[in-house]
């Protein structure tokens, strides 16, 4: 019982650390097409366009589906496009 607690503890930890380093890796990858100037990615459109309908459930769905996110990572890839809309 006592290793099984320790283990989970374990990997709760290491998943921790792991996704730590996929954060920062996406920060850099943001960084690197900011600068080389690359294409957004095409389904931007079609969930801007789902957005200014107020169909944000659906973004969120379509990211997700098109995109291979999470639910959490859909969520915050439709905030950042909202947000980008609403100070653009």
Do not use: C, H, W
Request: glycine letters at 8%.
């Amino acid at each position: 019982m006592i290793i099984s607690f320790l283990l989970i503890i374990y990997l709760s930890v290491r998943l921790g650390k792991l996704e730590g380093r996929i954060k920062g890796r996406q920060y850099n990858l943001d960084q690197l097409s900011k600068q080389l100037e690359l294409p957004e990615n095409p389904i931007n459109d079609e969930l801007r366009a789902l957005i200014k309908d107020g169909k944000d459930v659906k973004a969120v769905k379509k990211a997700r589906e098109t995109l291979g996110l999470s639910l959490l990572e859909g969520k915050n890839y439709i905030d950042k496009l909202k947000f980008d809309i609403d100070n653009g």
